[in-house]
């Protein structure tokens, strides 16, 4: 099957798009087991979705905010409070305008020092908060994504062990190239969710994104290419610039 691909003309027409398919994963894993979870991504991409729920009054009265339990794919070695942080992002754009109460929220302690602790702790807590006993994942209903200019995803970066993971479902990983850690869901963690939802924006990520959809199978240089649910749906919403070099796609 051909990768479900929508090319939209701007930003704000991929933030609309995300906001109905949010919307539709919401009421659909609310009516089928009275929760939905979602992991946001990091970034700057995903801040204009973020505002849209939060100030869309049509969107902000169907979404079942009661019912939603929000966690994190990645997150930066900041306080919560630093400008690179994703958490802080996601608050100033979404969380605090929205009626969240904290303990629907999960973030990443990226302000510690000693990150495996961090990755451990927010493993524990994905294993709480999702009652897993036996099974090794999570099941997301949805995990939103974006795409670095070089094909990394979350923080799954170009060549990082991590990509090699398979047990477990968050790792502090190495970035070389930014001379930092950071913490992220593996690729298993995010194949496991029912929907897989990728932003993409840009001219600088037209050829990786060309590399990740119609080149060869590599993903230890494009990590986005590791990402392929094992049983659920994955859509990419990219602008007309990002997508500028693909020959496949649907023009929305
Ligand atoms: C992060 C991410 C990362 C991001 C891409 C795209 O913490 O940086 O989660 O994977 O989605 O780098 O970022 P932009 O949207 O800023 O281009």
Same mark, same amino acid.
Not at 4 to 19: F, N
Not at 137 to 159: C, I, K, N
């Given at each position: 099957?051909?990768?479900?691909?929508?090319?939209?003309?701007?930003?704000?027409?991929?933030?609309?798009?995300?906001?109905?398919?949010?919307?539709?994963?919401?009421?659909?894993?609310?009516?089928?087991?009275?929760?939905?979870?979602?992991?946001?991504?990091?970034?700057?991409?995903?801040?204009?979705?973020?505002?849209?729920?939060?100030?869309?009054?049509?969107?902000?009265?169907?979404?079942?905010?009661?019912?939603?339990?929000?966690?994190?794919?990645?997150?930066?070695?900041?306080?919560?409070?630093?400008?690179?942080?994703?958490?802080?992002?996601?608050?100033?754009?979404?969380?605090?305008?929205?009626?969240?109460?904290?303990?629907?929220?999960?973030?990443?302690?990226?302000?510690?020092?000693?990150?495996?602790?961090?990755?451990?702790?927010?493993?524990?807590?994905?294993?709480?908060?999702?009652?897993?006993?036996?099974?090794?994942?999570?099941?997301?209903?949805?995990?939103?994504?974006?795409?670095?200019?070089?094909?990394? *995803?979350?923080?799954?970066?170009?060549?990082?062990?991590?990509?090699?993971?398979?047990?477990?479902?968050?790792?502090? *990983?190495?970035?070389?190239?930014?001379? *930092?850690?950071?913490?992220? =869901?593996?690729?298993?963690?995010?194949?496991?969710?029912?929907?897989?939802?990728?932003?993409?924006?840009?001219?600088?990520?037209? =050829?990786? =994104?060309?590399?990740?959809?119609?080149?060869?199978?590599?993903?230890?240089?494009?990590?986005?290419?590791?990402?392929?649910?094992?049983?659920?749906?994955?859509?990419?919403?990219?602008?007309?610039?990002?997508?500028?070099?693909?020959?496949?796609?649907?023009?929305?």
């Amino acid at each position: 099957m051909p990768p479900d691909v929508r090319i939209l003309a701007t930003l704000d027409a991929i933030a609309k798009r995300a906001a109905q398919e949010l919307l539709r994963a919401a009421t659909s894993a609310v009516a089928e087991k009275g929760s939905f979870t979602v992991a946001l991504s990091g970034g700057s991409t995903p801040k204009a979705l973020y505002s849209h729920l939060a100030n869309d009054a049509a969107l902000r009265a169907q979404l079942p905010w009661d019912k939603m339990l929000v966690y994190f794919g990645d997150e930066r070695s900041v306080s919560p409070d630093h400008p690179d942080s994703n958490f802080r992002m996601a608050a100033e754009a979404m969380l605090s305008r929205v009626p969240l109460k904290p303990e629907q929220v999960f973030r990443i302690k990226g302000e510690y020092k000693d990150t495996e602790c961090a990755a451990q702790e927010y493993e524990q807590a994905l294993r709480a908060s999702f009652k897993i006993g036996k099974v090794r994942f999570p099941r997301f209903d949805l995990v939103l994504l974006g795409m670095g200019s070089e094909g990394h *995803t979350a923080s799954l970066f170009p060549g990082a062990k991590a990509l090699h993971e398979t047990k477990r479902m968050v790792v502090r *990983t190495w970035v070389g190239k930014l001379y *930092t850690e950071r913490i992220t =869901l593996t690729a298993p963690a995010i194949n496991n969710a029912a929907r897989i939802m990728f932003m993409i924006t840009g001219a600088d990520k037209a =050829l990786a =994104l060309k590399g990740v959809l119609e080149g060869p199978h590599e993903p230890d240089q494009l990590p986005a290419q590791r990402i392929q649910p094992s049983n659920g749906q994955l859509l990419w919403l990219v602008d007309s610039v990002a997508g500028g070099m693909l020959s496949i796609g649907i023009r929305e």
